[in-house]
């Protein structure tokens, strides 16, 4: 096996400005993804300037191997739209932070080659699968095949716990949680709790062959 870099690294220009995405990975998970993908997936988490689907601030993403995160992704967006004072105050994000960050239009390639054709999770995946749906719509790019499933939906078929949020379920198996409605923090949680919800399954596959989706449904 060949030796591996012990950082992945994505640049990202923007309006003169460079954009570094960088995450430590572990070598042994490294040997482990290029011998095989078949339990990888990827937890996404957009956050939102306003109620509108199409006012993306922020977006999170951390790529799971074998149970164990090997990769994140996280930039702001600026959504070239009002904030909402309900949403700042959830997320903490201002229109002040987003000036020079990409738009979305820019960023989505950059989230497409991350993701590599794995399957997605989000937490609550209706609201994040609509707002991914409604910003390409409104940019006019086509959606992409793409298989993704539920984490909180999972959970409640899965489990039986107190409430279902992520906040309720990180306690609920008893794991640290903090920074929630940050993008990248936010990721994180889903992929744990997601990892240690398909314990309760054969492997990945059998799972999503019961609650798989595709976004390219959506139309």
Same mark, same amino acid.
């Given at each position: 096996?060949?030796?591996?870099?012990?950082?992945?690294?994505?640049?990202?220009?923007?309006? !003169?400005?460079?954009?570094?995405f960088?995450?430590?990975?572990?070598?042994?998970?490294?040997?482990?993804?290029?011998?095989?993908? !078949?339990?990888?997936?990827?937890?996404?988490?957009?956050e939102?300037?306003?109620?509108?689907?199409?006012?993306?601030?922020?977006?999170?993403?951390?790529k799971?191997?074998?149970?164990?995160?090997?990769?994140?992704?996280?930039?702001?967006v600026?959504?070239?739209?009002?904030?909402?004072?309900?949403?700042?105050?959830?997320?903490?994000?201002?229109?002040?932070?987003?000036?020079?960050?990409? @738009?979305?239009?820019?960023?989505?390639?950059?989230? %497409?080659?991350?993701?590599?054709?794995?399957?997605v999770?989000?937490?609550?995946?209706?609201? /994040?699968?609509?707002?991914?749906?409604?910003? &390409?719509?409104?940019?006019?790019?086509?959606?992409?095949?793409m298989i993704?499933?539920? @984490?909180?939906q999972?959970?409640?078929?899965?489990? /039986?716990?107190y409430?279902?949020?992520?906040?309720?379920?990180?306690?609920?198996?008893?794991?640290?949680?903090?920074?929630?409605?940050?993008?990248?923090?936010?990721?994180?949680?889903c992929? %744990?709790?997601?990892?240690? &919800?398909?314990?309760?399954?054969?492997?990945?596959?059998? %799972? &999503?062959?019961?609650? !798989?989706?595709?976004?390219?449904?959506?139309g």
């Open positions: 096996m060949n030796s591996f870099p012990l950082y992945f690294i994505l640049r990202m220009q923007h309006s !003169g400005k460079i954009f570094i960088l995450a430590k990975i572990k070598e042994s998970i490294l040997e482990r993804t290029v011998l095989g993908m !078949g339990n990888a997936f990827i937890a996404l988490d957009f939102t300037a306003n109620g509108k689907r199409t006012s993306i601030c922020s977006v999170g993403m951390v799971v191997v074998n149970n164990e995160i090997v990769e994140s992704f996280y930039t702001l600026n959504p070239f739209d009002y904030f909402s004072q309900t949403n700042i105050e959830v997320h903490g994000i201002t229109p002040e932070d987003v000036i020079d960050a990409p @738009s979305f239009e820019y960023v989505f390639p950059y989230m %497409m080659q991350f993701i590599d054709k794995l399957p999770v989000a937490h609550n995946a209706a609201f /994040d699968m609509n707002v991914l749906h409604q910003s &390409l719509k409104q940019l006019n790019i086509e959606t992409p095949s993704y499933f539920c @984490s909180y999972l959970a409640k078929r899965t489990i /039986d716990a409430r279902y949020g992520l906040k309720h379920l990180m306690k609920h198996y008893k794991l640290d949680f903090h920074g929630h409605h940050d993008a990248l923090n936010d990721a994180k949680a992929a %744990m709790i997601t990892f240690r &919800l398909l314990k309760h399954y054969d492997n990945l596959q059998s %799972m &999503l062959q019961i609650y !798989g989706k595709n976004l390219k449904d959506k």
